[in-house]
């Protein structure tokens, strides 16, 4: 069982960024998309970014144009550059590997959870 660590969650003001880290055990992500979902309190999980294997992306609507995300060569870490946060961005925020090569916000391909981390955006 391949384990995710995600990190870089943290308490800011609004117009601010952050960069979370998700690490993975072993090298799960050079054949496989990997993507973020978050989880606001009282609220569904729901799909944010996710990133193919070739590097193809995509993005929630609401994150679009704010949110960047990215993966290293070796495959055992994939990132998500958050700029511009709003309040409706807090949320706890998950990493996940996808069971197909290409980026999908469909949650139900997605395995191997991480614990999560914390972002909380203040006005």
């Known amino acids: 069982q391949v384990q995710l660590q995600e990190s870089g969650g943290g308490l800011v003001q609004a117009g601010a960024s952050l960069r979370l880290a998700c690490a993975a055990s072993r090298r799960i992500f050079s054949n496989n998309a990997m993507g973020w979902f978050r989880q606001a309190a009282g609220k569904d999980r729901e799909f944010v970014a996710s990133?193919?294997?070739?590097?193809?992306?995509r993005y929630a609507d609401s994150v679009k144009d704010r949110f960047t995300i990215s993966r290293d060569s070796a495959g055992n870490a994939v990132y998500l550059q958050m700029n511009s946060l709003k309040p409706e961005d807090t949320a706890v925020y998950y990493c996940s590997g996808a069971r197909t090569p290409v980026a999908t916000e469909q949650a139900a391909l997605y395995s191997s959870w991480g614990q999560g981390t914390q972002v909380t955006v203040s006005s």
């Open positions: 990133i193919g294997w070739k590097g193809g992306t």
